[in-house]
């Protein structure tokens, strides 16, 4: 395909003309009863950083649920001709949540309800519908990363019309309808059937039940060269695992990798969605993807390993025990993206989330292009992939996509290192390694606190920022402070400000700490803690991280006073 085919097929998913017709059942007599159902606000419908996320039994309380899906059609406006498509990462209470929200939309006067079959639907595939079929936008059901089950999390994610998060100013809107909501509507019908493909009715709606992978496969074609990633497998000089954590992107990595790539049976494990997600914590990190981990640290691993979230948008990725940090997976794709079809006329610029390390920043100076530093959370790259200022863009939290969608991409990232292993036929580890000597290697983790108490946590943060016109200058053992600051974003495309986004504090010699409070955690509060620090000469880039880190480890501690403030003496989880 030429450069400015793949660009329109970027634009619109689209690999031929052919285009799911968004065929309409003609009207039947059944008569339909809307419901108007009386309720009382909820106060705690404000989403975070990625959706309304909460404990399933605060989801399952009477009313809440329908409350915040009726927030979110208020603020629609007209439903009538409009599509939206609806689906989720298949955990503890999707399907049931689905049924509720389909008669809701029904009720409400949507023309078309395009659903995953089976109620799934990973996030990028969601965006990639939304995309290819010049949708309003959709309903994901997903409390992505969090554990599932009765006792786990649940979430909805609303995402606009350009396929991304909807912003802050559409989530506030949602959460201000919430406030004032006195009533719902919902239809008295059966439960529609989830499971089987094709088109039904619900009052009158229209329903179509679509194959959650198609659409997502066929983009990916678009941009990777399929053949030779063929090669690569069937060369019987390479092997890989997937870990699909019994989470949504099952589905997905079999339709790829075994069924069109010709990986072997037993490359995915992991690969049926369930509900609890097998008790599983579906988060690709080194703690909970233990099991992958355990066989990428083997004597006999595979040449690479690579897991996704619950909902499909993340990714860890490794070589034969050796860990990618996200960071530098992100400046190593900018890097390499001229190898790939769907990037060889190459990059306009990248974009990062503030904490991620600064590893792209160097590979984007070496390019000449712009580098753009958001804050945390997708939902601020969608206006630079909208407006052509940047086409990758990633987070430390193992994320990476690109303007493909408008989500990060788990097993587009995969996909991305596959291409790169089949190019150069070298290890991960060589490949990253190599990286380090001509980029520098920024030494990165993230250590977090989760669960402390809310209060102690606020005031944790309060304390850094008072300290901040004083840090300046000030010496903790051999780091001196070369500036501090809470981080403030000035959207360059819509001139929007976001305050408050994170305590940096910058070091002599490029190292630098920067703390912030999650927005998607629905235990307390979670502190997050981010330390980096560079190291050019390529006979100090050996160091174990923590080690290399140790001492800005210290000083974290001792400017913010976190055992003081949480009293713990460890981070719950270390990435
Ligand atoms: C976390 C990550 C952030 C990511 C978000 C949604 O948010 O840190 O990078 O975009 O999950 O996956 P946080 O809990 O830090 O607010
Ligand atoms: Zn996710």
Same mark, same amino acid.
Request: contains cysteine; glycine residues 10%; hydrophobic residues 35%.
């Given at each position: ?24 059942? %003609? ?34 309380? +009477? ?59 990973? &996030? ?47 989530? &506030? ?72 954590? $019994? ?7 079999? /339709? ?24 599983? $914590? ?46 530098? %997976? ?26 991620? %390390? ?28 909208? /407006? ?56 990165? %983790? ?11 946590? $606020? ?40 305050? $408050? ?36 000469? +390529? ?20 400017? /913010? ?15």
């Amino acid at each position: 395909m030429s450069g400015k085919g793949i660009e329109e097929a970027k634009a619109t998913g689209k690999k031929t003309d052919s285009f799911r017709g968004l065929i309409t059942v %003609s009207p039947e007599d059944e008569t339909m009863t809307i419901k108007t159902v009386s309720t009382i606000p909820f106060t705690d419908q404000k989403p975070g950083t990625s959706g309304l996320r909460k404990k399933v039994s605060i989801f399952k309380q +009477p009313n809440y649920l329908e409350n915040f899906i009726q927030s979110i059609f208020n603020c629609l406006g007209e439903l009538n001709g409009k599509t939206l498509v609806f689906g989720g990462d298949g955990r503890y209470h999707n399907k049931e949540a689905l049924q509720v929200i389909l008669k809701m939309a029904a009720a409400n006067g949507l023309s078309k309800a395009l659903v995953g079959q089976g109620g799934i639907l990973s &996030t990028p595939a969601t965006s990639c519908i939304i995309r290819k079929y010049h949708l309003q936008g959709g309903i994901i059901l997903s409390a992505s990363h969090n554990p599932g089950g009765p006792e786990g999390d649940f979430g909805v994610k609303f995402n606009v019309e350009n396929g991304g998060p909807a912003p802050e100013k559409i989530t &506030t809107a949602f959460y201000e309808r919430s406030l004032s909501i006195e009533n719902y509507k919902i239809v008295e019908a059966p439960d529609i059937d989830l499971d089987t493909l094709g088109l039904s009715r619900l009052g009158d709606m229209d329903v179509e039940i679509i194959d959650p992978v198609s659409d997502y496969v066929e983009l990916m074609e678009i941009l990777f060269d399929f053949n030779k990633l063929e090669r690569l497998f069937s060369s019987g000089e390479f092997s890989m695992v997937y870990d699909g954590m $019994h989470a949504v992107t099952g589905p997905y990595a079999k /339709a790829i990798l075994i069924d069109r790539l010709g990986a072997p049976e037993g490359t995915v494990i992991h690969g049926k969605p369930l509900p609890d997600f097998g008790g599983l $914590h579906p988060d690709p990190n080194l703690k909970y993807a233990r099991e992958l981990v355990e066989i990428m640290d083997s004597e006999v691993a595979p040449d690479f390993g690579a897991a996704s979230d619950g909902d499909g948008d993340r990714n860890m990725i490794l070589g034969k025990r050796f860990f990618v940090t996200p960071s530098d %997976s992100l400046a190593i794709l900018a890097s390499k993206a001229d190898e790939i079809p769907g990037y060889s006329a190459g990059l306009k610029g990248v974009a990062r989330s503030m904490p991620t %390390s600064r590893a792209v920043d160097k590979v984007a100076r070496h390019l000449g292009i712009d580098c753009y530093e958001t804050p945390t959370g997708w939902k601020f790259f969608g206006n630079l992939l909208d /407006a052509g200022r940047a086409t990758l863009c990633g987070e430390e939290s193992f994320g990476t996509g690109s303007d493909h969608i408008r989500e990060k991409d788990g097993l587009w990232a995969v996909l991305f290192w596959l291409s790169i292993l089949a190019e150069e036929r070298s290890s991960v580890e060589e490949i990253v390694r190599n990286h380090w000597r001509k980029f520098g290697r920024h030494f990165y %983790s993230r250590h977090d606190y989760e669960a402390v108490d809310t209060q102690k946590a $606020h005031e944790l943060i309060d304390h850094l920022r008072q300290q901040l016109p004083d840090l300046r200058g000030r010496h903790f053992g051999n780091l001196c402070v070369r500036n501090a600051d809470d981080f403030e974003y000035s959207d360059p495309v819509d001139g929007s400000v976001s305050h $408050h986004q994170g305590i940096r504090i910058f070091f002599e010699d490029d190292a630098r700490i920067v703390y912030r409070l999650s927005g998607t955690g629905t235990q307390g509060a979670t502190l997050r803690v981010y330390l980096e620090k560079f190291e050019a000469d +390529p006979e100090k880039q050996g160091q174990e991280t923590q080690e290399a880190l140790a001492e800005l480890i210290k000083t974290a501690n001792e400017i /913010a006073r976190i055992r003081f403030f949480t009293g713990r003496d460890n981070p719950s989880v270390i990435t």
